[in-house]
């Protein structure tokens, strides 16, 4: 078994009791399944979202709607394709109206997340938008202070930048976007 098909088989084991979780859908009464992630287990490099929205929830696929069609091209400019890195979000479900997923949220799906770190253990983690940040370090964040800063986490390089959700809605932020994504994927090749 070589490593991607190896990490693979433990993601699937660690989805596996997942699959089978109402818990957030009471809460989350749009969300219609789990959007666990995507792309090559065997990465080093590892993109954190925040949640799933309405595309994503209905293709079961992490950033696929207008956010995910910005991120796939900068990837693609940035000679990283989907299917060469891995793609997830902190919060696997859609919740309501798109709203900013819940402490309690981010809390009960973060086992997940860790987990999914875990197996992949990649060398780089770039964290899109704050929700993300703040998940994986722990206390609030303003993004625009710490985006593009290099943060040491558990031995991981992590590189927090923009949501691509915040550079449609600011387009003149976008080449930082980009800057900061080409960062992450060159630091990962290093
Ligand atoms: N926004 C996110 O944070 N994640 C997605 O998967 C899609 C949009």
């Known amino acids: 078994m070589n490593a991607t098909t190896h990490k693979q ?3 699937n084991k ?3 009791p997942y699959k089978k979780c109402k818990g957030c859908h009471f809460k989350m009464p749009l969300a219609t399944q789990i959007v666990f992630g995507e792309g090559n ?3 080093k490099i590892l993109f954190i979202g925040e949640a ?3 595309e994503e929830d209905l293709q079961g696929k992490p950033f696929v709607g207008r956010s995910g069609k910005l991120l796939t091209r900068i990837l693609e400019s940035a000679k990283a394709p989907r299917e060469t890195i891995f793609i997830t979000n902190v919060v696997k479900c859609r919740p309501p109206n798109n709203r900013r997923p819940l402490p309690a949220e981010i809390a009960a799906n973060k086992p997940l997340l860790i987990g999914q770190i875990k197996i992949i253990n990649p060398q780089i983690i770039c964290t899109l938008g704050s929700s993300a940040f703040e998940a994986l370090i722990g206390r609030p964040v303003k993004i ?3 985006r593009g800063k290099p943060f040491s ?3 991981i390089t992590v590189l927090p930048t923009y949501h691509p959700a915040y550079i449609l809605r600011n387009p003149k932020e976008l080449e930082t976007l980009v800057r900061d994504i080409n960062t992450a994927i060159n630091l990962s090749f290093k």
């Open 41 to 43: 287990p065997d990465t």
């Open 9 to 11: 088989h433990l993601l």
């Open 52 to 54: 799933p929205g309405r």
């Open 144 to 146: 625009t202070k710490e």
């Open 153 to 155: 986490w558990n031995g």
């Open 14 to 16: 660690l989805y596996e």
